[in-house]
């Protein structure tokens, strides 16, 4: 039996094998004779002593072989001759993690996960990215064996919803990591973003794993692999903004996964074996779609031609639609065009008016923004001040004052910071550019407006380039950019 395997209950490995043989409850019921309700109860741990015949029907049912009949088969065995589960779980619990070490059993289950976004929207295949990631390394019976990646990154522009596309896809995959599901903050709103062995330890002590007497990173993450490995724990790292934040968690082996979002492209993990799931804005459909989520088909198909207007004007920003929508469902006598009148029609202030509470677009691109070094920021100033749909390799060298090879490092910046985006990718050799609209709206704001404070737009950014790097040219005009 397989380290950690013997500590498995009956229902816990039922539930795997069944899962591993592509079989919903309905259909193991049909084929062993057992009652749903029987195998539902068998796998939650109400039933906790299993009957040796409905064993044998299970396991003739899985036809997984006979290194999990063997196993199932034990597992009944011990649930049979052990304490009563149902009755006493708690003292089931400790023993199991005193004999691993692991600390107490109370933190076993615990679901730190923020809530789920009722009203998700759209994000399909980017679901079915992680969902797979997130499955057993198994595949089904006469399949190829799919490679197992432990990690999932998802990264895109500031505001495309890259936490709530990571929580919907925890609490969908919840019932695979029945060992808890975890999340971490990495850069907590107005404080420092936590170094890895502060990661380290905030897992540990989720899983009631931490020892005062760890020293080193080394051996605090050397700890946490070995509790992962053994569990099947899901890590939710949320807004990170460097490698080692969610190096430092990457289990080596075992069933526990980690999905993490960025701020920025980390490529040091994608080429390690990462998944990477890359988050845009919604297409116009998407837009329509999710407003009327939130608002109701029957105001957004009355007005659809305005809607389909404020989702432009939103940059089809899933943020910004989110934002709008709360100020109309604060508003049910505001139409969608008192909206766009009094609201999105000025460029001048309309980030400023893309907030509502603590929902706030301008504070996300400005924590992307706070990412990027001073060549780069300085470099989105001026390429947002132009104002040109797209712009090419050459136009921002031409912006920039600078050389053809410089401007595709700083672009190659921007665009690991989700700042920039290809506009047409069937130009590999001469690609186009486009800065997304809300971000377009920061940088013009920062480079026109040198008085934003830290705590508004996030720190201060240059708005002239570092002398000996960047003469500063003649501003150039837009047809000049976008050749």
Same mark, same amino acid.
């Given at each position: ?13 039922? #539930? ?24 539902? $109860? ?41 304490? $009563? ?52 390394? $198994? ?34 995959? #919840? ?171 000025d460029p001048r202030t309309r980030l400023r008016e893309l907030s509502s509470g603590d929902l706030t677009v301008r504070a996300a691109v400005a924590a992307a923004f ?6 780069? #920021? ?30 595709? #490092?700083?672009?190659? $910046? ?59 040219p003649e501003f150039p005009r837009a047809e000049q950019v976008a050749s």
């Amino acid at each position: 039996m397989l380290d950690g395997d013997q500590w498995l209950s009956f229902g816990l490995l039922l #539930r795997r094998y069944r899962l591993a043989a592509g079989m919903t409850q309905e259909e193991l019921a049909e084929a062993s004779g057992l009652s749903v309700r029987a195998i539902s $109860d068998l796998e939650r741990g109400r039933t906790s002593r299993p009957q040796r015949k409905s064993v044998e029907l299970l396991t003739e049912a899985l036809a997984q072989g006979d290194d999990a009949t063997r196993r199932l088969v034990e597992a009944a065995r011990a649930a049979r001759l052990g304490p $009563d589960l149902a009755s006493a779980p708690a003292a089931y619990e400790r023993a199991r993690d005193a004999h691993h070490g692991t600390g107490p059993a109370d933190h076993r289950l615990a679901c730190e996960l923020p809530p789920d976004t009722v009203d998700f929207t759209a994000r399909e295949a980017e679901l079915r990215r992680i969902a797979e990631t997130l499955a057993p390394g $198994d595949a089904r019976p006469g399949g190829p064996r799919r490679p197992e990646r432990r990690l999932t990154l998802v990264a895109g522009h500031p505001g495309a919803g890259k936490t709530a596309l990571a929580v919907h896809a925890a609490h969908r995959a #919840r019932s695979r990591f029945p060992d808890g599901q975890l999340y971490v903050q990495l850069s907590p709103a107005g404080r420092p973003a936590l170094r890895p062995a502060e990661v380290v330890r905030r897992i540990l002590q989720s899983l009631g794993a931490l020892d005062e007497g760890i020293g080193s990173l080394e051996e605090a993450s050397a700890r946490l692999r070995t509790v992962l490995a053994r569990r099947r724990v899901l890590v939710l790292l949320d807004d990170a903004v460097a490698e080692g934040q969610i190096r430092c968690a990457h289990p080596a082996v075992g069933e526990s996964a980690v999905i993490a979002t960025c701020r920025r492209r980390l490529s040091a993990l994608a080429g390690a074996g990462a998944e990477s799931v890359t988050v845009g804005a919604f297409g116009p459909e998407e837009s329509l779609a999710f407003l009327a989520r939130m608002l109701g088909e029957e105001r957004v198909r009355a007005a659809r031609s305005d809607a389909a207007l404020v989702a432009e004007l939103c940059g089809h920003l899933p943020l910004a639609l989110r934002v709008i929508g709360c100020r109309l469902l604060a508003r049910p006598h505001w139409t969608m065009r008192t909206l766009i009148d009094e609201v999105l029609d000025d460029p001048r202030t309309r980030l400023r008016e893309l907030s509502s509470g603590d929902l706030t677009v301008r504070a996300a691109v400005a924590a992307a923004f706070g990412v990027l070094d001073d060549g780069a #920021r300085w470099a989105l100033h001026r390429l947002a001040q132009a104002r040109a749909p797209g712009f090419s390799l050459r136009g921002a060298a031409v912006v920039l004052g600078c050389s053809i090879a410089r401007a595709h #490092r700083l672009i190659g $910046d921007l665009l690991d910071g989700h700042l920039v985006e290809v506009l047409d990718e069937r130009r590999p050799g001469d690609p186009r550019y486009l800065i997304p609209p809300v971000v377009r709206l920061f940088a013009a704001e920062g480079a026109e407006n040198a008085e934003n404070t830290e705590g508004e737009t996030g720190p201060r950014a240059p708005v002239r380039p570092p002398r000996q790097e960047f003469p500063r040219p003649e501003f150039p005009r837009a047809e000049q950019v976008a050749s």
